[in-house]
């Protein structure tokens, strides 16, 4: 068997198990699967990776870092007839979010007023109509890995929706390391109902990894953002 062939067949097997644990969550929670969507963070994964994934069947991929997504999603579209949504899942520099804005479709780290400028003159230059953007909020107000505090919230939410080309559709979070991903995950969806009784479209809760994709699923996660279930462990083949 070729080594495609080999990755493909593990590809496959793995989006297969996470796709059942998510079902699983899903019927444990009283939700329906469709309502939680799949993305497949391929960092530090090659673009054909990517192309494998999205012969699978996978609409949403995403990246977290511009220096290695930006060659990977032309890449990827030199190498894949599929259309995917891509999602930008990382930390945001602000010298950085033009040209995120040029390929990426929904950014997930949308944490100061700063980035959105360039997002909104990145998006125009790419010819994208409508550039979507969460919030994402550091539940426990440490704000070492990204996020806004949540009490900031409102104030970027209106900074957002004033602005013309950018598209306010939810919440973002990555549970505190040594927390109780349940905790977070239930005060992010109070975060949620609150923003959404301001900006009724906002409904995305971009919530919910690899380890604690059920905790997530069990407070109302639209989104999880899944790599090493699905690809394997970062930094063994690949840097
Ligand atoms: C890498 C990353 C993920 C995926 O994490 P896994 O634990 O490998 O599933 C999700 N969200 C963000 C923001 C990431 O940077």
Known sequence: MSSIDARRDELRANLSEVRSRIVQACRAANRAPQDVRLIAVTKFFPASDAALLAELGVTDL????????????????ALSAQSVRWHFVGRLQTNKAKSVAGYADVIHSVDRPELLQPLVGGARRAGRASLGVLIQVSIDGDTERGGVIPAGVPALAADIEARDGLDLQGVMAIAPIDADPDQAFADLAGLSAMLIRQHPAATAISAGMSDDLEAAIRHGATHVRVGTALLGRRGQTFR
């Open 62 to 77: 995403g990246e977290s870092r511009d220096q290695e997504a930006a060659p990977k999603t032309a890449d990827f579209a």
